[in-house]
T-cell receptor, first 115, second 114 residues
Framework: EAGVAQSPRYKIIEKRQSVAFWCNPI?????LYWYQQILGQGPKLLIQ????????DSQLPKDRFSAERLKGVDSTLKIQPAKLEDSAVYLC?????????????FGDGTRLSIL | RKEVEQDPGPFNVPEGATVAFNCTYS??????FFWYRQDCRKEPKLLMS???SGNEDGRFTAQLNRASQYISLLIRDSKLSDSATYLC???????????????FGTGTLLAVQP
């Protein structure tokens, strides 16, 4: 079974620039998550999709972050404009239906550095 | 107070040692519990689920005390390959049960020394 695919693996940009990350979940997984992991911390949920609908975006800084999953499969996360504090690893995860007992499967992440 | 609290470590132990990690959570709506392992510069991977009755997987034993809102992970006979960060993870019910959300602790760093 192919895992969660993310790209790019690394991205370096200057503050105030924009950046986009892409995620392809495990085939058939309805639930997709984007997490932000700052160095020395655990992952923090930014947004959760169930198919193509948003079920939780309470911790997404909506003034600069946006995400979509238009066809209920792939997803993109965008930051515009980037700030220094956005330097982190952005992890995408998926699970079959998002129920409590199901573990989430993570991609390798995109490591973002803001200069 | 953080929703999930762990001792960040690092725990430096010799090979063959037994090491225990503790974790507390604050949200009584927590439904399910996990330990994830994260290697340096890698993604988190599920190590094991944690059940109220306690569960064991080889050298790893996980315990849950719902009354105390406390979770533990015991690693026996530590191997060099066990060196990683261990993340305590709690799944809480949101919006009347319509969805669930994983809350991660900051992780405990384990370094097993030869």
């Amino acid at each position: 079974e192919a895992g969660v695919a993310q790209s790019p693996r690394y991205k370096i940009i200057e503050k105030r620039q924009s950046v986009a990350f892409w995620c392809n979940p495990i085939s058939g997984h309805a639930t997709l998550y984007w997490y932000q992991q700052i160095l020395g911390q655990g992952p923090k949920l930014l947004i959760q999709f169930q198919n193509n609908g948003v079920v939780d975006d309470s911790q997404l800084p909506k003034d600069r972050f946006s995400a979509e999953r238009l066809k209920g499969v792939d997803s993109t996360l965008k930051i515009q404009p980037a700030k220094l504090e956005d330097s982190a690893v952005y992890l995408c995860a998926s699970s079959p239906t998002g129920t409590a007992s199901q573990p989430q499967h993570f991609g390798d992440g995109t490591r973002l550095s803001i200069l | 107070r953080k929703e999930v609290e762990q001792d960040p470590g690092p725990f430096n132990v010799p090979e063959g040692a037994t090491v225990a990690f503790n974790c507390t959570y604050s949200n009584s709506a927590s439904q399910s519990f996990f330990w994830y392992r994260q290697d340096c510069r890698k993604e988190p991977k599920l190590l094991m689920s944690v059940y109220s009755s306690g569960n064991e997987d080889g050298r790893f034993t996980a315990q849950l005390n719902r009354a105390s809102q406390y979770i533990s992970l015991l690693i026996r006979d530590s191997k060099l390959s066990d060196s990683a960060t261990y993340l305590c993870v709690v799944n809480i019910r949101m919006y009347g049960g319509a969805t669930n959300k994983l809350i991660f602790g900051t992780g405990t760093l384990l370094a097993v020394q030869p």
